[in-house]
């Protein structure tokens, strides 16, 4: 007959919990070499239909997106984490890139460059999406708040739309 005590129980559920969580920290440490960022991408931009390209620059050392070239470009010996990958999805991906190729599909195909003061505003529109990410993804990143987004707008003195307040003699406001 084996006797188990309840020492042994929480022992074993210590283990398994650190062993988890090891696992989470390896895989969000986990680094992928600009190559392998580089084919991910790739794969990415086939299944959206983009016609872009990537290109990996050793003169660069942060990944960004060039409207006008249509490219995805990489630092070329700069290897990458998971939770970067993932943000540079988000922020340059899903947020820059599918706004030029919504907006060249359009009627206004200028819409593709984007208007006068519109990078502010989408720049602010990315961090956002980020931030949404990171929360959802339960990184730990949830906590930044809506300051940098409002001080994006308010940098690119956004009007888009002027309220005037007006009093009635009976004390009500009319917009």
């Not at 307040?165 to 406001?173: I, N």
Request: proline content about 3%.
């Amino acid at each position: 007959m084996d006797i188990k005590y309840a020492s042994e129980d929480i022992e074993q559920e210590t283990l398994a919990n650190q062993e988890r969580q090891l696992l989470t920290i390896d895989e969000s440490q986990r680094l992928f070499s600009p190559e392998s960022v580089h084919r991910f991408f790739a794969d990415v931009f086939q299944q959206y239909q983009f016609p872009w390209t990537i290109r990996l620059d050793p003169a660069t050392n942060h990944a960004h997106v060039s409207q006008s070239l249509k490219q995805l470009i990489l630092p070329a010996d700069k290897w990458i984490g998971s939770e970067k990958i993932r943000q540079l999805l988000g922020h340059e991906i899903e947020t820059h890139v599918f706004r030029a190729v919504s907006g060249g599909k359009s009627s206004m195909a200028l819409l593709s460059i984007g208007l006068a003061g519109y990078l502010e505003t989408e720049e602010g529109l990315a961090i956002y999406y980020t931030q949404e990410v990171d929360k959802y993804k339960g990184s730990g990143k949830a906590e930044k708040s809506w300051i940098g987004t409002l001080a994006t707008g308010l940098a690119a003195k956004v009007r888009a739309l002027k309220l005037r307040v007006y009093v009635t003699p009976d004390c009500k406001s009319v917009l």
